[in-house]
């Protein structure tokens, strides 16, 4: 399996890619001996909740009872988070994990927030109920589509993909490959530098949620 057209594998990451396989699974509520083994004894596993951070790169939640979409940090209404389309309104909650049934099932949006609202706030707020408004839960379950498939199916080589080029042509890999050098060093040379964004990002996440915890426990 090659990444962005060059042929070479990330071993770490292409593991990543096979067990967010079974987590989309999971998460459309397949049923079988294997899947409700799963359910009962790798749920709460630290290192397959991790993997579940970059699967959901590609995930969009069908939501209906609303009780696996986290109503803020999942992609369920719109093509991006929440937290995304109103990051003032975020930043300020007290629910920020809370899943689209604890917020909607009242039938109006059941959120709280540390400070009281200013303009900017007021202007999200407005825009955040306008997106809302008239969406009903129901008692089914809910659901996932992937979306870096047509077809709305997970496939290993579409995440694998994602999680080293999200939608560019990276030309500093390209030139690598193109120069004049002997093809381990070609192959070694990408592998580092894909393991560095890697890490960057990795970095950067780990950050936000520091930072989200922090301004959590200010608020508190």
Same mark, same amino acid.
């Given at each position: ?5 060059? @042929? ?10 096979? &067990? ?18 799963? =359910? ?10 991790? +993997?579940?951070?970059?699967?959901? =790169? ?5 939501? =209906? ?9 999942? +992609? ?15 930043? /300020? ?6 899943? /689209? ?7 109006? +949006? @059941?959120?709280?927030?540390?400070? /009281? ?30 979306? &870096? ?11 694998? =993909? ?8 990276? %030309? ?18 990408? &592998?580092?530098? /894909? ?5 960057? @990002?990795?970095?950067?996440? %780990? ?12 608020? @508190?």
């Amino acid at each position: 399996m090659g990444a962005g057209g060059l @042929d070479f594998t990330n071993a770490k990451t292409l593991n990543e890619c096979l &067990l967010s396989k079974w987590i989309f699974k999971l998460e459309r509520g397949d049923e079988n001996i294997c899947m409700n083994m799963l =359910r009962k004894k790798y749920l709460g596993d630290k290192g397959l909740q991790a +993997v579940k951070e970059k699967c959901l =790169r590609g995930l969009k939640y069908v939501v =209906r009872n609303g009780k696996k979409a986290r109503f803020w940090l999942d +992609v369920w209404l719109g093509e991006c988070p929440l937290k995304i389309c109103f990051p003032i309104l975020y930043d /300020a909650c007290l629910q920020q994990t809370w899943s /689209a049934y604890q917020v909607l099932h009242e039938g109006v +949006v @059941d959120l709280t927030f540390r400070r /009281a609202f200013g303009e900017r706030e007021l202007l999200e707020w407005e825009q955040l109920l306008g997106m809302v408004e008239g969406f009903v839960l129901t008692h089914e379950a809910d659901s996932v589509n992937w979306t &870096l498939e047509k077809t709305g199916v997970f496939t290993t080589a579409s995440l694998y =993909r994602e999680l080293f080029f999200p939608g560019v042509i990276n %030309r500093e890999l390209m030139d690598v490959w193109g120069a004049s050098l002997p093809l381990k060093i070609k192959r070694w040379a990408i &592998l580092c530098k /894909a393991e560095e964004k890697l890490m960057v @990002d990795e970095a950067v996440q %780990r950050l936000k949620d520091q930072l989200s915890l922090l301004r959590s426990e200010a608020g @508190d």
